[in-house]
């Protein structure tokens, strides 16, 4: 079945301790990306990727990072969390263009406390 | 830069009426367009995509939405609501290839409520 895998689906941590929200998609998509989704203000762009070793920002990169060294796996890294980054994150992935439409993940519900 | 508009926060409906909910885009030339829906604590699935062609698209579900040029919208319509379309509604825009690469821009959402 073609999907997108995140892991975890929740998460609490605390301020300051490192953590890092796995993306795996089986679809052999070149671009992927990561969105945050907060009340009122729809699923936001943090950063995406073109391709292996191809990443770039996206609307609200401050506090991210993120790599892509293997095709299918694009991880979110959150170095120093703080409670502004408390929300939904879904990773998507889809084929050049995108026109055949995106593929979510479930979401990771991350709590920074 | 491209932006997508939802003007409607939320919307109730009753069960078998009809439902509209808007979308407005703003971009130099026609997107890509879509229609997501968020269930409670769910992901985001794809009810239906408009590239070109037939400005009626229909979508699972039973939604279709209409694309019109002239007013940069593809509202998205139901005939019957049934309660268990009771969920948040996403419009996303994607420019053409070439355009601006893969970034697709959503919409704040409207969430959908069902009176039964």
């Known amino acids: 079945e073609a999907q997108v895998t995140q892991n975890p689906r929740y998460l609490i941590t605390v301020t300051g301790k490192k953590l890092t929200v796995t993306c795996s998609q089986n679809?052999?998509?070149?671009?992927m990306s990561w969105y945050r989704q907060d009340p009122g203000l729809g699923l936001r762009q943090i950063y995406y990727?073109?391709?292996?070793?191809?990443?770039d920002k996206g609307d609200v990169p401050e506090g991210y990072k993120v790599s892509r060294k293997e095709k299918r796996n694009f991880p979110l890294i959150l170095e120093s969390p703080s409670p502004n980054q408390t929300s939904l994150y879904f990773c998507?992935?889809?084929?050049?263009?995108?026109?055949?439409?995106?593929?979510f993940g479930s979401g990771t519900r991350l709590t920074v406390v | 830069a491209q932006s997508v508009t939802q003007p409607d926060i939320h919307i109730t409906v009753s069960e078998g009426a009809s439902l509209e909910l808007r979308c407005n885009y703003s971009?130099?030339?026609?997107?890509?367009l879509f229609w997501y829906v968020q269930s409670p604590g769910q992901g985001l699935q794809l009810l239906l995509k408009?590239?070109?062609?037939?400005?009626l698209v229909q979508g699972i579900k039973g939604f279709e939405a209409e694309f019109k040029r002239s007013q940069s919208s593809f509202n998205l319509r139901k005939p019957s609501v049934h309660w268990s379309d009771a969920a948040e509604y996403f419009c996303?825009?994607?420019?053409?290839?070439?355009?601006?690469?893969?970034?697709?821009?959503f919409g704040t959402g409207t969430q959908l409520k069902v009176e039964l």
């Open positions: 998507a992935s889809s084929s050049p263009g995108g026109a055949r439409g995106y593929t």
């Open positions: 679809m052999n998509h070149e671009y």
């Open positions: 990727s073109m391709n292996v070793e191809v990443t």
């Open positions: 971009y130099g030339a026609t997107p890509y």
């Open positions: 408009y590239f070109s062609g037939d400005t």
């Open positions: 996303a825009v994607l420019p053409e290839v070439g355009g601006g690469g893969n970034k697709l821009t």
